[in-house]
């Protein structure tokens, strides 16, 4: 007997499609918007999270970090005005991509459910929001991505940075799948679609970068 359908936690389309099972773990395909995803029942727990984000360790003065970082700081800074203010939506640990952009004169501001938990960052908007290696954790996505939208002003920049998943053959021994906290997987068409669907502009500045523009007229 199939499996029952699964609505897909980027798009909320209602009939995402089986994709393969990993020691147990089912992961899904969305035909709509490509993503890929776990079943939300195969999620970690919060405390399991936090185990592996206490792993990572993101110096903001490590350069070969600073430089990962740069893949999307510097598309972005070329896409901003001067004095430009922004929020670092995931920021880590280590906000070395806030510090990037503050040191080419830039405010932002930071918000991390763990490590920054600022509930008054979100009351904003800016100009610019990033969100670096942090869309793959995301539980419930659809919500996420309407919550960054919402911090977004009018004419200004979401800048999203996550490793594209492009081929299905390899996705059980792709590394981004084995970490436990990645629990869901976008292509470069998923953001195209999302983007086509908010009435945004989406570009593609360099590989695992998306740089989404909200329209200057909108409310």
Not at 38 to 46: A, E, I, K, T
Not at 62 to 74: E, G, I
Not at 136 to 159: C, I, K, Q, S, Y
Not at 160 to 185: E, G, K, P, S
Request: proline share 9%; hydrophobic share 40%.
């Amino acid at each position: 007997m199939p499996p029952d359908p699964i609505a897909c936690p980027v798009c909320l389309a209602p009939h995402a499609r089986p994709l393969l099972v990993v020691k147990g773990q089912d992961y899904w395909a969305c035909p709509l918007c490509e993503a890929r995803f776990l079943n939300p029942v195969h999620h970690p727990s919060r405390e399991a999270e936090h185990a592996q984000y206490m792993l990572h360790d993101n110096d903001v003065d490590d350069q070969s970090y600073r430089r990962f970082l740069s893949k999307l700081a510097t598309p972005l800074l070329d896409k901003l005005t001067v004095g430009a203010t922004g929020l670092d939506y995931g920021c880590g640990p280590g906000p070395a991509l806030a510090d990037i952009l503050r040191k080419a004169g830039h405010a932002v501001a930071l918000y991390d459910p763990v490590f920054a938990p600022n509930a008054s960052a979100l009351a904003e908007r800016y100009d610019f929001v990033t969100c670096t290696e942090v869309a793959e954790h995301f539980h419930a996505p659809a919500a996420e991505f309407a919550r960054l939208r919402a911090l977004v002003r009018p004419g200004g920049w979401l800048a999203i940075m996550t490793c594209f998943q492009t081929d299905d053959a390899r996705f059980a021994n792709w590394h981004y799948r084995l970490d436990i906290t990645h629990v869901v997987f976008y292509r470069e068409a998923t953001f195209m679609f999302l983007a086509r669907n908010w009435g945004w502009t989406c570009e593609v500045p360099t590989k695992d970068v998306v740089l989404m523009q909200r329209p200057k007229d909108a409310p």
